[in-house]
């Protein structure tokens, strides 16, 4: 399965808790997949994907909000692969007139409804958060690791693809755009900064996956230019480095950066972006003794072996 399908899979069977949440996460899918159409002097609100993960997270998202006890319809593509199409119609009124007032629209009692996403009142980390998860849910692509690293939003405007660069930019990801065939594609190729989106919207197994895939082609692209000397030496620092990453994403996962002394947090965060370096490489980037620096990655571990 691609990397990608499984990101998003990953990301459609997380929790529904909190309303606050679950509005952002729509707000996004309605700009992505979905389409408002009058009729009848009423608004129906079509959602449409080939992705049959996002099409339930989709109808659950409005369970969860507004117990709505819809279906959702199953169609076929007339082409070669013969994917399917899966749509959700909300053909309720007093739904589909709620459901628009909390995704940001106004203006209901006209033909045209006014998008006042746009606007510049502040939104919570909290909503920005879970929107980026929606719009990567609805429109967004990442590339196998093991490949290139390069993620991506296709979207249909570009107000969208402006707001998407600077939410994005506000948790320290640099985004760049291009117009293509009338669409707007935001791009990211940074890996560390891909690793930080990842971190963001709140995936565990496919962060941990990019990360160890990372490392190993980090190490497979050194191993050219290494003396078998070298290369033994490697082993015993890859070795090494896999427990250290496998502790910290556990010591991560489990308080969360803001809860880890800064010290460690350092080191920690060090370690991540530099797989193959050795204790002594890491301590002269640090400017402490190798012996301090193995102190420390020994408090991580006895954080994560208590977990």
């Known amino acids: 399965m691609?990397?990608?399908?499984?990101?998003?899979?990953?990301?459609?069977?997380?929790?529904?808790?909190?309303?606050?949440?679950?509005?952002?996460?729509?707000?996004?899918?309605?700009?992505?997949?979905?389409?408002?159409?009058?009729?009848?002097?009423?608004?129906?609100?079509?959602?449409?994907?080939?992705?049959?993960?996002?099409?339930?997270?989709?109808?659950?998202?409005?369970?969860?909000?507004?117990?709505?006890?819809?279906?959702?319809?199953?169609?076929?593509?007339?082409n070669l692969r013969k994917n399917n199409v899966y749509k959700i119609v909300i053909e309720d009124e007093e739904i589909s007139k709620k459901f628009?007032?909390?995704?940001?629209?106004?203006?209901?009692?006209?033909?045209?409804?006014?998008?006042?996403?746009?606007?510049?009142?502040?939104?919570?980390?909290?909503?920005?958060?879970?929107?980026?998860?929606?719009?990567?849910?609805?429109?967004?692509s990442i590339a196998n690791p093991d490949r290139s690293y390069h993620l991506?939003?296709?979207?249909?405007?570009?107000?969208?693809?402006?707001?998407?660069?600077?939410?994005?930019?506000?948790?320290?990801?640099?985004?760049?755009?291009?117009?293509?065939?009338?669409?707007?594609?935001?791009y990211v190729k940074d890996s560390t900064m891909i690793s930080d989106f990842l971190s963001l919207i709140g995936t565990v197994n496919s962060l941990f996956k990019f990360e160890e895939t990372k490392m190993i082609k980090e190490i497979k692209n050194n191993t050219n230019r290494l003396t078998n000397c070298e290369t033994a030496n490697l082993d015993?620092?890859?070795n090494t480095s896999f427990i250290q990453i496998d502790a910290i994403n556990k010591v991560y996962k489990r308080y969360g950066k803001k809860n880890i002394d800064k010290n460690l947090l350092e080191l920690c965060e060090l370690r991540l972006k530099n797989p193959s370096y050795s204790l002594k490489e890491l301590a002269e980037i640090l400017k402490i003794s190798k012996s301090?620096?193995?102190?420390?990655?020994?408090?991580?571990?006895?954080?994560?072996?208590?977990?």
């Not at 107000?159 to 506000?170: D, G, S, T």
């Open 2 to 78: 691609a990397f990608s399908t499984e990101l998003k899979n990953e990301l459609s069977r997380r929790e529904i808790v909190e309303k606050d949440s679950a509005i952002s996460e729509l707000s996004a899918f309605i700009r992505t997949n979905g389409t408002i159409v009058f009729s009848n002097f009423a608004f129906i609100i079509r959602f449409e994907t080939t992705n049959n993960s996002i099409i339930r997270r989709i109808f659950k998202l409005f369970k969860f909000l507004y117990s709505y006890d819809g279906k959702i319809i199953v169609s076929k593509i007339s």
């Open 100 to 140: 628009l007032e909390d995704t940001f629209f106004s203006d209901l009692d006209s033909l045209f409804p006014k998008d006042n996403l746009y606007e510049d009142s502040a939104k919570s980390r909290n909503f920005i958060k879970n929107f980026l998860c929606g719009i990567f849910l609805g429109a967004g």
């Open 152 to 186: 991506e939003f296709t979207l249909n405007s570009n107000e969208l693809a402006k707001l998407v660069i600077k939410y994005l930019k506000l948790f320290g990801i640099k985004a760049k755009s291009l117009e293509k065939k009338g669409q707007y594609i935001v």
């Open 236 to 238: 015993k620092t890859l």
């Open 292 to 307: 301090g620096v193995n102190h420390r990655f020994k408090k991580i571990i006895d954080m994560a072996n208590k977990i």
